[in-house]
């Protein structure tokens, strides 16, 4: 009889000590529980965790979740609780909300567990987006009545992006390049001179490379073109410049894996500067991962041949030497006057604005215009393949600050040959990410000039003798904004299809028809 007693009181211990698990599920709307008044309520949870979890969803190809897990405030009002809910908001170009609800399968029956220490749950669910800012709010059912004061707990959570160790092998990051390894090395040729080099990528055929400081101090780009090489005619058409003789230096890359080395003109002391590599992916556009490295001096190259070595090399080769030179001179002396004879023709074949005196050129453009992928691109096409001396207003600061913008702006235009309206309907929303915290962008603590450059040259608009003066540059087909209409009776370039005769256009002087100029005072 008290064999069965025990056994019993067994059994009974047993069903009373089952400890409480959790069965979740999604609940968006407001809970149940919240419209019925109650006399006591739980309080909020002692603390709230968040932590990345790695979850397999095909070969090769990660997914991470979110572990959420939280402690349970050891107090006697825990005997009040029956769930607790879990809302996330997401923080980036698209917000999204979302709460489960965790039920508590038993009442607990102690501040504790059984077995020592505060209750802890935890949930694994709500996928990860890169770079994204997530606010986690809990709260314990039942909640606080209408109009009293509901306790809840909440955290911050940032998720990784492409460089992190896990998710680098994400599609979406390999794509942006985060498995490319450009192992780049830059060093000081000399005080003017920087030479980078680097490994190319399959998944994109450009990239630019600036060497930065305290400013940008100089910076050039690279163009990967398949096989055949583009032709001759076509080397001097912005922006598929790939020969020395265009003015800069340009890669030819084959379409594979390869080492290409560019060197760079700069403007400043260049050892220990840093050297930014912005790769252009047709997959990620101009919001892929860039690459960094340090500018260092090149090492010097030195021989140790000995006077015995070098006697006896040279003896057992002067044989062979001989003969080898003099086929060598022939076809130096051959080459030489090929290439003479073919320059010959192709100066009586083609202009070459190297033959032209340098003119001083005003650019002005509007502030959506991203500096360092649109300007500078421009800016350079103009300097080494127009003969243009450019004048910016983001590399005159300090004198638009001490004579004000008009009085700048009145001095620049008597001082050019030439003022172009920079404009472009090519808007990413991705390149002006990426240019808005970058040095040199549109954005930088700068005025918009071309409003105000706009009112005060539009005068020149209505005489046929000072129009030639003004030229429009687009990149992309664009209606001119009304606000700009006077701008129409300008000639008007499309680069890059409109290249070449933008380069003779700067070196001459026209005149609109009196129709034109008229249409432009109505307008102005």
């Not at 669910?125 to 009293?148: K, R």
Request: a positive charge; glycine letters at 6%; charged letters at 20%.
């Amino acid at each position: 009889m008290s064999l069965a007693l025990l056994s019993l009181a067994a059994l009974c211990w047993g069903a009373a000590s089952l400890e409480p698990t959790i069965q979740c599920g999604s609940e968006n709307g407001p809970s149940p529980e919240w419209k019925v008044h109650h006399a006591l309520t739980p309080g909020d949870l002692w603390e709230l965790r968040v932590e990345p979890v790695k979850t397999r969803v095909a070969l090769e190809e990660y997914s991470l979740l979110m572990n959420i897990s939280w402690i349970l405030r050891a107090d006697a009002s825990i005997r009040m609780l029956k769930a607790t809910k879990i809302c996330v908001t997401s923080k980036s170009n698209f917000q999204s909300y979302g709460c489960v609800r965790c039920n508590y399968t038993e009442a607990f029956q102690s501040q504790t567990r059984p077995s020592g220490g505060k209750w802890t749950f935890s949930y694994t669910g709500f996928p990860i987006e890169l770079d994204t800012v997530y606010f986690i709010g809990s709260y314990n059912i039942p909640t606080a009545n209408m109009n009293e004061d509901g306790p809840s707990l909440s955290v911050n959570f940032t998720s990784p992006g492409c460089l992190d160790h896990i998710m680098k092998y994400k599609q979406k990051c390999i794509e942006a390049g985060s498995l490319w390894d450009p192992n780049i090395t830059a060093c000081k040729k000399n005080e003017k001179m920087v030479e980078v080099n680097f490994t190319t990528s399959p998944l994109g055929d450009r990239y630019m490379a600036l060497i930065q400081s305290n400013a940008v101090l100089g910076f050039s780009t690279v163009w990967e073109v398949p096989f055949p090489l583009i032709p001759l005619a076509s080397t001097c058409s912005f922006p598929y410049l790939v020969e020395e003789k265009c003015g800069h230096s340009r890669g030819i890359l084959r379409k594979k894996l390869t080492r290409t080395s560019v060197v760079i003109p700069v403007t400043g002391e260049s050892e220990g500067a840093v050297v930014q590599l912005a790769p252009y992916f047709r997959t990620c556009g101009h919001d892929c991962i860039r690459r960094k490295g340090t500018v260092v001096l090149c090492p010097k190259t030195s021989y140790h041949n000995t006077p015995d070595n070098n006697r006896r090399v040279l003896g057992d080769w002067l044989p062979l030497l001989l003969p080898a030179l003099l086929v060598v001179t022939w076809v130096l002396v051959v080459g030489i006057y090929l290439r003479r004879r073919h320059e010959r023709i192709k100066q009586t074949s083609f202009p070459d604005t190297t033959l032209l005196p340098p003119i001083r050129v005003l650019v002005v453009y509007p502030s959506e215009i991203c500096f360092q992928h649109t300007v500078c691109y421009f800016t350079e096409f103009l300097q080494n393949h127009c003969r243009s001396e450019v004048i910016l207003e983001k590399w005159q600061k300090k004198k638009i600050a001490e004579m004000g913008p008009v009085q700048w702006l009145t001095t620049q235009k008597k001082a050019a040959d030439k003022v172009i309206f920079l404009l472009s309907n090519d808007v990413n929303t991705m390149c002006d990410g990426t240019c808005d915290n970058s040095e040199g962008s549109s954005n930088e603590n700068s005025q918009d000039l071309f409003p105000l450059a706009f009112n005060l040259f539009c005068s020149d608009l209505r005489s046929q003798t000072r129009l030639h003066k003004y030229m429009v540059v687009y990149f992309k087909e664009a209606d001119i904004k009304d606000g700009y209409s006077a701008l129409s009776v300008c000639p008007k370039y499309h680069l890059v299809k409109d290249a070449t005769a933008f380069c003779r256009e700067l070196h001459s002087k026209q005149h609109v028809s009196a129709g034109k100029r008229s249409q432009a005072c109505h307008n102005c």
